[in-house]
């Protein structure tokens, strides 16, 4: 078998269905094989949007994404994509051509060492020297990047070492379950949540399991116990729930914030200290539970007195059936936290102004997407306002990343859980600005043709940095762009336009792009000039009387 007929072989027998990239000359071995393969190549615009593709793969169904491009530039695109799978705990493999390494026909020729740039940023990388080390290599980078907590692999394949023969087979991935927690250590979680007076639940990214949130769903049930989201960790448990605080999307003062300050133990679900903790330490001297599949690395904001470690939902699981709901147990102190966070949250929710105030929009949009409806939003300000205003009824509803918190990978997201879920609503929500980084994959969602809506909130600048320079009391400079007509951009790649022009339109807009199908970019005007009165000083205010 040719080497690259036996890599394409050992991705079959890993479940692989597509591959996201970009080929260059030094992977026409690979592109061959792949022709005669049932995986499906999906060719994209840009290697950054290959990888944020993959990742959502991986994201969306827990198996790894798989992404290709060529040697240097190629490869150096897929930089922020492999960082943003790596921090935010998505499993993909990248891989990546070189020139022949047994001879030279070029030089240096676009070489650089993609390994070693590799290293930092993912779990595993390494060059293929040998085609019958290919299936030993493939199973190793599955297996790491899938392992928790999930990440970002890498495999290089020299031109010369492609075209090879070899006599290796792909190896079967092995069955594995994750270990149980110890129960010393579950005995001890619940001894401390009993003994608690005030004890409160915050759920992070690494509950976002369907055990893990079916396990946590009975656990509030049973105990009452309230609960908190991290921005990875919303829609884990349903957060219409009466029992929900909100969610920490702000780093602090907001409302959370304030019930997290009451509480005398705070049960750490899944978090992880790459978001942005929602809480510091020092300021209450609460105990911690930290319940997740690692142990917590030690953080000047973040040092747990009790760790469960094993797998979430198995552990939520044994104490719930330990633990009995305490008559001491008091939460009256959260009460007035979820009145002032519900009276605040609805305000400017059907505010008439255009253009759009965010609150409003936010409200619109969740109107329209079901229960089971996707958004994948970009990084921008507009992301503070769907984590504390939207509320996720369902894991993995709303895509975003607090982890790498990179801008561009709103519309690629929204093109890979489209082709995951195409019976589901599906949206991109994006900024101008981020959108301007991967507006070409509109040609690759047209070309597949997906049924997708990109809602650009345009205000034609940075926003998320103009709305922390005004809190900084900086002048408003540096900021400021100008966009193009994005209903004619949105033509071009045969794509359809629209431009809002009353804030009322947008429900019954969206409604009837659904109803069309396809492709549809809607141009929504936004007013974030309240951002810095409503996020910082009212309600820094508001919260301050709790």
Excluded at 90 to 100: H, R
Excluded at 161 to 173: F, G, K, L, R, V
Excluded at 420 to 430: E, G, K, L, N, S
Excluded at 503 to 529: A, F, K, N, R, W
């Amino acid at each position: 078998m040719k080497a690259s007929d036996l890599l394409v072989a050992s991705l079959e027998q890993e479940g692989v269905e597509y591959i996201f990239g970009i080929p260059g000359e030094e992977n026409l071995d690979f592109l061959e094989s792949l022709a005669k393969s049932p995986i499906k190549l999906i060719l994209t615009r840009h290697e950054q949007g290959a990888a944020f593709m993959a990742a959502t793969l991986g994201r969306l169904t827990g198996k790894v994404g798989v992404c290709l491009s060529t040697l240097g530039p190629g490869a150096t695109n897929f930089v922020t994509g492999a960082a943003y799978a790596q921090l935010g705990g998505m499993p993909i493999l990248m891989i990546t051509g070189q020139k022949p390494i047994r001879s030279s026909k070029q030089g240096q020729f676009q070489i650089i060492d993609v390994v070693d740039m590799m290293q930092p940023i993912t779990k595993y990388t390494t060059q293929i020297t040998s085609a019958d080390n290919i299936p030993t290599r493939v199973r190793e980078a599955f297996r790491l990047a899938v392992e928790e907590k999930p990440g970002a692999t890498h495999i290089e394949l020299p031109e010369d070492i492609a075209a090879e023969d070899s006599q290796s087979s792909p190896i079967e991935p092995s069955q594995v379950r994750r270990p149980l927690a110890d129960e010393k250590s579950i005995k001890a979680a619940v001894s401390l949540l009993a003994s608690a007076k005030k004890p409160v639940l915050v759920i992070g990214a690494g509950a976002n399991r369907k055990l893990t949130s079916r396990q946590l769903g009975l656990f509030i049930e049973k105990q009452g116990i309230p609960f908190i989201t991290t921005q990875m960790g919303k829609g884990v448990v349903d957060e219409r729930h009466p029992l929900f605080l909100g969610n920490a999307a702000l780093s602090s003062y907001d409302f959370p914030h304030r019930a997290l300050e009451e509480a005398d133990l705070i049960v750490n679900i899944g978090h992880d200290v790459i978001e942005k903790p929602p809480f510091f330490m020092e300021k209450n001297g609460a105990k911690v539970l930290h319940v997740n599949f690692n142990s917590a690395a030690v953080d000047p904001v973040y040092f747990p007195q009790v760790e469960v470690i094993g797998d979430i939902a198995n552990s939520i699981w044994q104490i719930n059936e330990l633990l009995a709901p305490q008559d001491h147990w008091n939460f009256e102190c959260y009460t007035k936290v979820t009145k002032a966070m519900d009276k605040h949250l609805l305000e400017g929710s059907d505010d008439p102004r255009f253009p759009i105030y965010p609150q409003r929009f936010v409200a619109d949009v969740r109107k329209v997407m079901p229960d089971d409806g996707i958004i994948c939003l970009d990084n921008g300000v507009y992301k503070i306002w769907f984590a504390r205003n939207y509320r996720a009824y369902k894991p993995n509803t709303v895509l975003l990343d607090n982890a790498l918190a990179t801008m561009g990978a709103g519309l690629p997201s929204a093109i890979a859980a489209k082709m995951i879920h195409p019976d589901r609503r599906v949206a991109a929500i994006c900024g101008d600005g981020g959108f301007m980084m991967n507006s070409q994959e509109i040609e690759t969602a047209v070309r597949l043709n997906l049924d997708l809506i990109v809602l650009i909130l345009n205000d034609s600048a940075y926003g998320m940095i103009k709305w922390k320079q005004a809190h900084a009391g900086f002048a408003d400079y540096g900021l400021d762009f100008k966009n193009p007509c994005f209903v004619k951009y949105a033509d071009s790649y045969g794509a359809h336009g629209h431009r809002l022009s009353a804030t009322e339109d947008l429900v019954s807009l969206m409604e009837s792009c659904y109803d069309q199908g396809g492709v549809h970019i809607i141009d929504v005007p936004v007013d974030y000039s309240d951002n810095d009165r409503i996020l910082n000083k009212e309600l820094s205010s508001i919260s301050a009387k709790l």
